[in-house]
């Protein structure tokens, strides 16, 4: 091997990015695999650990290496050398011991040459896949850029860093462009091996894709000082995020938005238009559930801290607003707090409360009504029979012993919504 492959061999470790004393230690074994076909060298354990090969680094000097056992009588040349001629090196050697010899490069056919090639590309494919297996099992959790290349039915591989990653179907978003060399950044979702390569797994659709795009745009969550404390997705149509403050001089919502919007747009536009409601975490659940129902404005919550269950009640012309489309904003509201929401507007709630307090009333015969006299004069006071009933008298007697009552206006900034 002369000096010239040596230099291409380092070349090519460093475009491959592997350590190049990985591939020397390749050839070297591939040398003696070579050996081993060419001459028929049975291919068991002790003759395996008497065949080794040595490259020099620098000049690329190759020399090949087999200990013969020393026998009475010879019955294969390869591998053995008998008593007499052991003794013309040495008049020591007795029978069983090794004698070291250089097989000459010369003496390789092409077959070995060949088989010598394929034990090196195998090496690299191996190291290949160790590096990439380590190098992304280091990124599993975390955001990477990567590039469209192809689509195989719903699948759509990416490149990332030089490797090829895959896009399930069932991890992609309907919002998103996945035509040829489109770049736009991708969740890690997992690294295993599968038939004997790597296999990359990436998502658009993860949570975890908004909380690193966070991270990633917005310094103060980077550094701590604000913190996610949690996240609901329905990934292409909306997302909501809770975040609170570890410095009472940093607004959160203000640190997630940006001045002029500028950072949440930025996530926005990499999510194709999503929409993001970020939401003032706070330790009073009724507060953080009108806040998680932003933005729409929130007249009251009810607790059953028991079920885990709020009754929320809010303006009748925020009551669509409130439950979202198709139920989307209710939805991801409780998701987000981890507390079943059932929402009513104020004529729903007003209703449903004078069901209530009427099951209360029984109906007897007039003449029951009647109060005995007592020998005072009675006192009547007329009343307009079509007058409405006031009813809010009522209410406190009327709710579960259970159940605490919490206001909160979020008009005073109880979430913010970008769209």
Same mark, same amino acid.
Request: hydrophobic residues 40%; proline residues 4%; negative net charge.
């Given at each position: 091997?002369?000096?010239?492959? %040596? ?12 350590? #190049? ?9 591939? @040398? ?46 390869? !591998?053995?050398?008998? &008593?007499?001629? $052991? ?12 004698? /070291?010899?250089?097989?000459? #490069?010369?003496?390789?056919?092409? @077959? ?7 034990? *090196? ?8 896949? +160790? ?24 699948? %759509? =591989? ?41 296999? *990359? ?9 908004? *909380? ?6 917005? #310094? ?10 949690? *996240? ?68 009251? %919550? ?6 885990? $269950? ?10 669509? &607003? ?13 998701? &987000? ?6 929402? +009513?507007?104020? !004529? ?30 009675? /006192? !009547?006071?007329? /009343? ?9 008298? =009522? ?11 919490? =206001? ?12």
């Amino acid at each position: 091997m002369s000096r010239e492959i %040596v230099m291409a061999v380092k070349a090519l470790a460093k475009e491959r990015k592997i350590d #190049p004393e990985i591939l020397f230690t390749a050839i070297e074994e591939g @040398l003696v695999s070579a050996y081993r076909r060419e001459f028929d060298v049975k291919s068991t354990e002790n003759i395996r650990e008497r065949i080794f090969a040595e490259i020099d680094r620098e000049t690329g000097e190759m020399r090949v290496f087999f200990n013969k056992e020393v026998v009475e009588v010879v019955t294969d040349e390869h !591998t053995q050398i008998s &008593l007499a001629e $052991a003794r013309e090196y040495d008049e020591e050697f007795e029978v069983g011991e090794l004698i /070291e010899f250089e097989v000459s #490069p010369q003496d390789f056919g092409r @077959l070995a040459a060949q088989t010598a090639r394929s034990v *090196i590309t195998h090496k690299l494919n191996e190291a290949e896949s +160790k590096r990439v297996f380590e190098e992304f099992s280091q990124l599993v959790n975390t955001v990477v850029t990567g590039t469209v290349k192809r689509r195989e039915r719903r699948d %759509v =591989y990416v490149e990332v860093n030089g490797v090829e990653a895959l896009l399930r179907g069932s991890e992609q978003v309907r919002n998103d462009n996945y035509n040829f060399n489109v770049r736009m950044r991708f969740f890690v979702l997992n690294v295993s091996e599968h038939r004997g390569r790597p296999l *990359i797994e990436l998502s658009r659709k993860s949570p975890g894709l908004v *909380i690193h795009l966070f991270q990633q745009e917005v #310094p103060e969550i980077a550094s701590g000082v604000v913190q996610i404390t949690g *996240i609901a997705r329905e990934a292409g149509m909306r997302t909501k995020m809770s975040v609170i403050s570890n410095d009472e001089n940093v607004d959160p919502l203000g640190a997630c938005v940006g001045q002029r919007g500028m950072r949440v747009q930025a996530i926005i536009e990499e999510l194709r238009g999503e929409k993001i409601d970020i939401i003032n975490w706070h330790p009073d659940v009724a507060l953080f559930i009108s806040n998680a129902l932003s933005p729409a404005r929130v007249r009251r %919550v009810d607790l059953n801290p028991e079920a885990m $269950a709020a009754r929320v009640i809010v303006p009748d012309d925020q009551l669509s &607003l409130a439950i979202g489309r198709e139920g989307q904003n209710a939805r991801l509201a409780a998701r &987000l707090t981890g507390w079943k929401i059932d929402i +009513k507007s104020d !004529t729903q709630f007003n209703q449903s409360l004078q069901e209530e307090i009427m099951e209360h009333f029984v109906i007897t015969p007039e003449e029951d009504l009647e109060p005995e006299s007592d020998g005072l004069a009675d /006192e !009547t006071v007329a /009343e307009d029979p079509d007058a409405p009933i006031d009813f809010s008298e =009522y209410l406190s007697s009327f709710m579960q012993p259970d159940v605490g009552d919490r =206001y909160q206006d979020i008009e005073h900034g109880g979430g913010k919504t970008e769209e």
